[in-house]
């Protein structure tokens, strides 16, 4: 009841109204928003599971490869040329481990971003992970770590060293997957289809491969690409000498592994790893990530950290080393241009 000789006014009982209504609308609204990005915070992944699955992806994508050499139904083809002019090979073992590995990470994660270097128009794989990590991965990292989901970026490489694999140079072949964490690379899995073994690591967490006792520094034994050197020769002989001990090595992958303790098959041991030319993302993540794991460090020639997201191409080339510092080695190279790659 109003008060005696206080008359309510039609017009001030509506503006009060409206002032309510507005105020009722801010608070609901502010509440709805904070509840949809507690929701989308909700979509996270744990780094251990994405371990385990990426050693599980790089496995199955590994039997493809391995089947295909050995029933010898490459189907060799070429996706085009290189910028600077070499035959860009594809295999059905590229794809079919593409297949496999693409659709078991995508399947078990549909909401992170995946990158795989091949691609394909079918139905794809109904996989799923079984959830399963290896007890030498439980051992070593005793907990999780969650991420949300929209930071990570994982990247793909089914088949590294198609050239080598098409010339039935077993050694140098391997699968790889990678996770970045806004753009960071934190896990690591290069697996040797051919001897089964599989090299991994988290960063912050631990691995299964370690660096040597010693390396070289001041005649260091240099890895390099065999099919797309370019002229990484002489850019080492300008920081090293004429002197210096040039590997040429198949795969990416397999020139890390060169870099470190790995036993289940041959390596030469390189002291560091070098490429001139042009390469992508899912050739060099699980290398990263696997080196920075074990203090060492995959740059560009310039000494850049490299960003996993985004673009898949480096252009700034590659020196990847450990045990060492990296800061020292990258002063000894000559100033390096782009045109250093022809
Ligand atoms: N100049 C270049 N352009 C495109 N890809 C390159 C490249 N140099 C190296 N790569 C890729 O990097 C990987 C390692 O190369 P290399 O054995 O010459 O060191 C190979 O991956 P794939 O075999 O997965 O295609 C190769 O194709
Ligand atoms: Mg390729
Ligand atoms: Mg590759
Ligand atoms: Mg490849």
Known sequence: MAPMGIR???????????LGLGLLYHLYSGALSSRLAAFRQRKTVDLRDLLALSMEAAVQGGWEVKRIRMEDTLEEKSKGKTKEGASEKLTKGDLNSHRKMYYLIKNTYPHIQVNSEEHEDSDGEATVWMRNIPDEVLSKIPEGKVVPAESVTVWIDPLDATQEYTENLR?????????????????GVIHK?????????????????????????????????RSH????????????????????????GYKVLALLDASDDEYEKADMYV?????????????NAILKALGGDLTTLKGEEIDYSGSEKNPGGVLATVGMDHAAVVKKLPAWESENQN
């Open 275 to 287: 490429h001139v030319t042009f390469i992508k993302k899912w050739d060099i993540c699980a290398g």
């Open 193 to 225: 289809p051919f001897t089964g073994f599989t090299a991994w690591a988290l960063v912050g967490g631990g691995a299964n491969v370690a660096p040597r006792d010693s390396y070289n520094v001041n005649a260091p034994k240099v890895i390099v690409s």
């Open 171 to 187: 050694k140098y072949v391997t699968t790889m997957v990678c996770v970045a964490v806004n753009g960071e690379p934190v896990v």
């Open 229 to 252: 050197a370019g002229k990484v020769k002489g850019f080492i002989q300008q920081a090293f000498g004429n002197n210096t001990e040039i590997i040429p090595a198949g795969g990416a």
């Open 8 to 18: 309510l006014s039609p017009l001030g009982v509506a503006v009060f109204c409206l």
